[in-house]
């Protein structure tokens, strides 16, 4: 078990200090986070807008507007809905396993101008939709663009960090996805107020402006070193590369422990087959736990769907969509702030613990005042109203500096270089494939489960809490190269979970 497992912060560090220029490509590559939020901001206020749903979901539209019978929690209950919004996912799923090849052959940097160039054409598409269908296609081309973004990103962020700020760069990622859901959630609550019933138009095509920052960024972002050594016999040219971002000339110590992980590398042909192996079962477990864990947090519930929750609980579509850009944006953003100053000081476990528990309690008190307060029909008080979207920053707050931004940060930086690219897709795959999941599955749980629906999640948060505390070992101030230290403990077979 990893509990108490810990790392000397100073062993095997290397020469370096942050530099500008490392601040600014990891900014820049960060970006790709932001349109990963931007999307799922934007999902959640259009899909709550009236123009919007008379044109494309007009059957929601009337169950919203005249249907007095229907309970309040299943009045946004459509397949097709959620499969607007679920659609994306599928794509970033396929996309991903496509993204872990070029990544490894041609480079991060390749794999993140693929993705802007994807979102563009997405974003472009789904603003001028004229129907359902051109609608989904855009949906289709937005998720190709996040699965090559999520996979290369991540990992760009964590072999362009030096090893003892790669936490606060990684986590980076996870404010940048922040911002884009401020960001998208501002703009919908000011296109909503546009009168002629277009205004979704402009939310769903201003994703286009992040996506052409990202893919002219790419064309002037510098490769990784771990990337340099990987595809080239040129060991020179990664050493300059290597000298610019740490900023000193000798890097020597670095160097040597790159080639050494190349040379590894270089004798691995099938690495999806390569990570079976027992030897990595540790890490493998844990990039499929992890991003299965934190979709079932419920946070995407409250990304896709806090809108229309908080129409469901009486307040009104401008309300709402005010009410939405405080609670994942502001408070979604700044917690994750706050994660990218603390988590090289107190490591990931101490986060991962703090977090979960926060989570769990704000969700067990959200459900028990909707169980009491909210029934089949009518609404609740304004007073219950406000109460349950404090509980909601609570609850996000928690999820900003724990489980949000660690669950992108430690799956990319536990592989060793042989198989990192292959571990990082299945990071995204399962990610992707259990946001699906929750996206499509969802509105009907609602339905069924009403206010239990938080108590379902809250379980979950509780459950990958212990398995946290148990499993999950520390890892922060460890080189990249040199993280197999900390599964030393694992390899053993005393941990029943590896066997």
Same mark, same amino acid.
């Given at each position: 078990?990893?509990?108490?497992?810990?790392?000397?912060?100073?062993?095997?560090?290397?020469?370096?200090?942050?530099?500008?220029? &490392?601040?600014?490509?990891?900014?820049?590559?960060?970006?790709?986070? &932001?349109?990963?939020?931007?999307?799922?901001?934007?999902?959640?206020?259009?899909?709550?807008?009236?123009?919007?749903?008379?044109?494309?979901?007009?059957?929601?539209?009337?169950?919203?507007?005249?249907?007095?019978?229907?309970?309040?929690?299943?009045?946004?209950?459509?397949? *097709?809905?959620?499969?607007?919004?679920?659609?994306?996912?599928?794509?970033?799923?396929?996309?991903?396993?496509?993204?872990?090849?070029?990544?490894?052959?041609?480079?991060?940097? /390749?794999?993140?101008?693929?993705?802007?160039? @994807?979102?563009?054409?997405?974003?472009?598409? $789904?603003?001028? @939709?004229?129907?359902?269908?051109?609608?989904?296609?855009?949906?289709?081309?937005?998720?190709?663009?996040?699965?090559?973004?999520?996979?290369?990103?991540?990992?760009?962020?964590?072999?362009?960090?030096?090893?003892?700020?790669?936490?606060?760069?990684? $986590?980076?990622?996870?404010?940048?996805?922040?911002?884009?859901?401020?960001?998208?959630?501002?703009?919908?609550?000011?296109?909503?107020?546009?009168?002629?019933?277009?205004?979704?138009?402009? !939310?769903?095509?201003?994703?286009?402006?992040?996506?052409?920052?990202?893919?002219?960024?790419?064309?002037?972002?510098?490769?990784?070193?771990?990337?340099?050594?990987?595809?080239?016999?040129?060991?020179?040219?990664?050493?300059?590369?290597?000298?610019?971002?740490?900023?000193?000339?000798?890097?020597?110590?670095? *160097?040597?422990?790159? =080639?050494? @992980?190349?040379?590894?590398?270089?004798?691995?042909?099938? /690495?999806?087959?390569?990570?079976?192996?027992?030897?990595?079962?540790?890490?493998? &477990?844990?990039?499929?736990?992890? /991003?299965?864990?934190?979709?079932?947090?419920?946070?995407?519930?409250?990304?896709?769907?806090?809108?229309?929750?908080?129409?469901?609980?009486? *307040? #009104?579509?401008?309300?709402? *969509?005010?009410?939405?850009?405080?609670?994942?944006?502001?408070?979604?953003? !700044?917690?994750?702030?706050?994660?990218?100053?603390?988590?090289?000081?107190?490591?990931?476990?101490?986060?991962?613990?703090?977090?979960?528990?926060?989570?769990?309690?704000?969700?067990?008190?959200?459900?028990?005042?909707?169980?009491?307060?909210?029934?089949?029909?009518?609404?609740?008080?304004? #007073?219950?109203?406000?109460?349950?979207?404090?509980?909601?920053?609570?609850?996000?707050?928690?999820?900003? +500096?724990? +489980?949000?931004?660690?669950? +992108?940060?430690?799956?990319?930086? =536990?592989?060793?270089?042989?198989?990192?690219?292959?571990?990082? !897709?299945?990071?995204?795959?399962?990610?992707?494939?259990?946001?699906?999941? &929750?996206?499509?599955?969802?509105?009907?749980?609602?339905?069924?489960?009403?206010?239990?629906?938080?108590?379902?999640? #809250?379980?979950?948060?509780?459950?990958?809490?212990?398995?946290?505390?148990?499993?999950? /070992?520390?890892?922060?101030?460890?080189?990249?190269?040199?993280?197999?230290?900390? +599964?030393?403990?694992?390899?053993?077979?005393?941990?029943?979970?590896?066997?």
């Amino acid at each position: 078990m990893a509990v108490g497992l810990a790392i000397a912060g100073e062993a095997g560090q290397y020469n370096g200090r942050m530099t500008p220029f &490392v601040i600014l490509s990891c900014m820049m590559a960060a970006i790709g986070g &932001v349109i990963f939020g931007y999307d799922i901001g934007i999902s959640g206020g259009v899909t709550s807008m009236e123009p919007f749903l008379k044109k494309f979901f007009p059957e929601v539209n009337t169950k919203m507007k005249s249907d007095t019978k229907i309970s309040n929690y299943c009045k946004f209950d459509s397949e *097709l809905l959620t499969s607007f919004t679920s659609s994306l996912y599928i794509a970033g799923l396929v996309a991903s396993l496509f993204a872990s090849l070029v990544t490894r052959a041609y480079g991060r940097k /390749p794999s993140i101008l693929a993705g802007g160039a @994807a979102f563009l054409a997405g974003s472009a598409l $789904n603003g001028a @939709a004229m129907n359902i269908y051109m609608l989904i296609l855009g949906r289709l081309l937005l998720g190709v663009g996040i699965g090559f973004g999520n996979q290369a990103v991540p990992l760009y962020l964590s072999e362009m960090a030096p090893p003892k700020y790669r936490g606060a760069i990684n $986590n980076g990622f996870q404010f940048s996805v922040g911002i884009g859901v401020l960001s998208a959630n501002l703009i919908n609550y000011g296109s909503e107020k546009i009168k002629g019933g277009w205004g979704w138009r402009i !939310s769903l095509a201003m994703a286009a402006v992040p996506a052409s920052m990202l893919t002219l960024g790419a064309f002037f972002l510098p490769e990784t070193p771990n990337s340099l050594i990987q595809r080239s016999t040129d060991h020179q040219t990664a050493k300059q590369m290597l000298q610019r971002i740490r900023g000193v000339d000798d890097v020597q110590a670095e *160097l040597d422990d790159l =080639i050494k @992980a190349n040379s590894i590398s270089k004798n691995i042909k099938h /690495p999806f087959k390569k990570i079976l192996e027992r030897k990595y079962r540790p890490q493998l &477990v844990m990039a499929i736990a992890i /991003p299965f864990f934190q979709q079932v947090t419920g946070i995407n519930v409250i990304s896709f769907y806090s809108a229309i929750l908080f129409r469901t609980i009486g *307040l #009104g579509e401008s309300a709402s *969509l005010l009410s939405v850009a405080m609670t994942t944006g502001v408070v979604g953003t !700044s917690s994750t702030f706050v994660s990218m100053l603390i988590v090289d000081k107190f490591g990931r476990r101490a986060l991962f613990l703090a977090g979960g528990i926060q989570m769990l309690v704000s969700q067990i008190m959200v459900g028990g005042v909707m169980a009491a307060q909210l029934g089949d029909r009518g609404g609740v008080s304004k #007073g219950y109203a406000y109460l349950v979207l404090v509980l909601i920053c609570i609850y996000v707050a928690g999820f900003g +500096w724990s +489980w949000g931004p660690l669950g +992108w940060l430690v799956p990319s930086e =536990i592989f060793p270089l042989e198989i990192r690219s292959a571990g990082q !897709s299945i990071n995204v795959v399962v990610n992707f494939l259990f946001t699906f999941i &929750v996206a499509q599955t969802f509105l009907a749980m609602l339905c069924h489960f009403k206010a239990g629906i938080f108590f379902f999640f #809250g379980g979950w948060v509780a459950v990958m809490t212990v398995f946290a505390y148990l499993f999950l /070992p520390e890892t922060k101030n460890v080189p990249i190269e040199k993280m197999e230290i900390v +599964w030393q403990g694992h390899q053993d077979g005393s941990s029943l979970m590896y066997l």
